[in-house]
C-alpha cells in the first residue's frame, strides 16, 4: 500500500492567469493498493457525500493512465481518499486528486516515470499547469506549457506570508468560471496584467510585500468571474482595509485569498463577514505556503 499527501493550490494570484500558482498547508491524502480484483474507492473528509466512487473518479483516472503508461495495468484497485481540500472552491481539488493518482500509481508501478513526466501528465489532465504544478513542486511555481513539456521556475515563498482564504459554501465549476471569460482581452488590458504579474514574481522574489496591492490587481479574468461570486468586490476590499496586502480571486473560485503577515484573525473576520453582508456564508482558513508538494508519506 502507498500512502501520497498532496497539498492544496491557489492558482492565477490575480494576474497570472494559467501560468502561476502556490501549494498551500492544507492536504489531501490517497491510499492505493493492488487488489485481485475489482475497484473499491472509499472516501472521508471533504467531498464524501459527492465525490464519485466508480471508473469516472479521478484518482483512479490519472492512476490509469500511469498504469496504462508503463504497461503494468492491476488486476484490480483499492483506493482510500482523506480529503482536507474543499471540492470545486477554487483550492486545486481536482489537480490533488490528478497528482495523488499519479504519483501513488508511479511508485506502485516501481516509479518509472520522472517527474517531469508526471506533471506533463497531470497538466494533460487538468488543461492548465497553474494548479498541478505547485501541487506537485510546492512552494510558489510558474509554469508554461511547450509542445506536452512542462517549463517551470519555483520561487521561495517570502518569509511570514501566509494566505488568509475565505470559502464560500457554495460551489463553483472551473468550466462555469471559463465560460465566462472572452474570447479575446484587449491590449491595453494585456498589458495591464504583464506589468502587474511582473512586479508580483519580483516581489515575491525580493520579499518586497509592499508591491503586492498594485502586484496582484487583474484585468483578465477577475472581473468577468466577479458576477459568479457575490460580494466578491466589497469582500477584498474589506481584507485589504483590514490590513491584507493583497487580495485575489483563489484559482477560478468561488474562494477568496488575502496574502497578510499580521491580523490572520481580523482580516478572516472581516472577510467572513463582509460575505454574510451579501447573503454568503463563508468558512475562513489561514494558512501557511507549502514548501513541499507531493510527498509519499510512507509505503507498506
Ligand atoms: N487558471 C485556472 C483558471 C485555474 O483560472 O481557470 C482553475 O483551475
New binding site residues.
Partial sequence: MVRVQVPATA??LGPG???L?MALQLYNTVEMARANAGLLIEVQGEGAADIARDESNIVYRAAMRVFKHTESVPQGLKIKLLNQIPVAR?L?S??AAIVGGLIAANILAGNKLSQKELLALATAM???P??VAPALLGGIVVSVAVDGEIKYVKIPPPRGLKAVLAVPDFSVL?KT??DV?PQLVSLQDTVFNLGRLALLITAFHQGDLSLLPTAMEDRI?QPY?ASLVPGMKKVLAAARLAGARGVC?S???PSLLAFADGNFELIARVMRDTFQQSGIRARTMVLNISPVGARALETV
Fill in positions: 492558482a492565477n492567469f494559467d501560468c500558482g477554487g486545486g481536482s489537480a487538468e488543461g492548465h497553474d494548479n472551473t468560471a471559463r471569460l479574468h468571474r480571486l484559482g477560478a473560485g
